[in-house]
């Protein structure tokens, strides 16, 4: 089949490419990702592709790059899941603004709910957290309060990532529609950090609403070769899945792993306390015994000296 595959970067290509071609696909790769933040990540992970594609005999094409599209969409919805939580908190368990928008509202069509969450979300991005919270860094710039980036209800996540898999997707279908594909398929049905069901859903309406076939496939036993291959290949391998909000989860799980190692290490340095406290009473008593043996011992050399210099 004359096959566009939307790919999201390098190291997910792999295996998936591999699989497909040897499926009989005949491959073009789509490079569709306006989740990725910042700009710079967007370029590298592109150059890291189209090096490799070049390389292995895959065309590479490039969808539009527009942020602005994928922060109105899953932007929105993860933005008003942070703050959410941080109403909650500040209000001590009073609900949020925008749980409205629990129930897969992911296309923005909801003008009222929207700019609620505008509101909201522009309360949290300022300089200032609500109830003193601490703001919270990623290495790209990102910001919001670590408590809330990582208290967020797994079924939020879903949602926005649905909503940043269907932008893709639906860029991926229309372009495969357009240029006389017959079906569309992803790569990010290797990596078993992503919803692979929802990949599926997103994958089989994209192409059914263009008209052209789905060509899902859950890649995930995969993955772990795809690890392998693309360390050796040196590519480069990012640490978040792409958009600024993952940026700042991928580093709160860090920040979070690093102060639980070093609270396990203060644990166990406290559980052993006693152990060495004893060790050094141990040791001191042996060293004090040691000395009063040694005087006892000078002593009886300095009486025995006495005595033979007395016998001369
Ligand atoms: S975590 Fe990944 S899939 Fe989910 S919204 Fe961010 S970039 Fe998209």
Redesign the pocket.
């Known amino acids: 089949m004359k096959l566009l595959l939307h790919a999201c970067c390098g190291p997910c290509s792999l295996e998936p490419t591999r699989l497909l071609k040897a499926a009989g696909h005949d491959i073009t790769i789509y490079y569709a990702n306006s ?2 933040h910042p700009a710079e990540e967007y370029e590298h992970r592109l150059a890291t592709l189209r090096a490799w594609a070049a390389d292995a005999g895959f065309e590479v094409l490039e969808g539009p790059y527009d942020p602005a599209t994928w922060e109105a969409c ?1 932007g929105r919805i ?1 933005d008003a899941a942070i703050a959410e939580i941080e109403q909650a908190r500040a209000k001590a368990g009073v609900k949020g603004e925008c749980a409205g928008e629990r129930e897969g509202e992911i296309d923005g069509t909801n003008e009222a709910s929207s700019n609620r969450c505008k509101t909201v979300t522009d309360t949290n991005h300022g300089a200032s957290a609500p109830d003193g919270a601490s703001l919270f860094a990623s290495a790209t710039g990102s910001v919001a309060p670590r408590a809330a980036v990582l208290s967020v209800d797994p079924a939020r ?1 879903e949602a ?2 649905r909503a ?2 269907r932008l893709r997707l639906e860029e991926t279908a229309r372009v495969a529609a357009e240029r006389g594909f017959e079906g569309i398929g992803t790569t990010l049905s290797v990596s078993p950090y ?1 919803y692979t069901q929802v990949i599926r859903e997103e994958v089989e309406r994209a192409a059914t609403q263009a008209g052209v076939a789905p060509v899902f496939e859950d890649f995930r036993p995969y993955y772990d070769e795809a690890t392998r291959e693309s360390r050796e290949l040196g590519m480069y391998r990012q640490n978040f ?3 600024r ?2 940026d700042l989860e991928a580093a709160a799980e860090r920040a979070e792993r690093k102060e639980q190692r070093a609270a396990a290490k203060a644990a166990e340095r406290a559980a052993h306390a006693d152990e060495r406290a004893a060790e050094e009473a141990a040791r001191a008593a042996h060293k004090a015994e040691r000395a009063a043996y040694d005087k006892k011992q000078a002593r009886k050399r300095a009486i025995l000296k006495a005595l033979r210099e007395q016998g001369k």
């Open positions: 989740n990725i899953a993860g996540r926005r990532c940043c898999y992503q899945c792409g958009c909000i993952s």
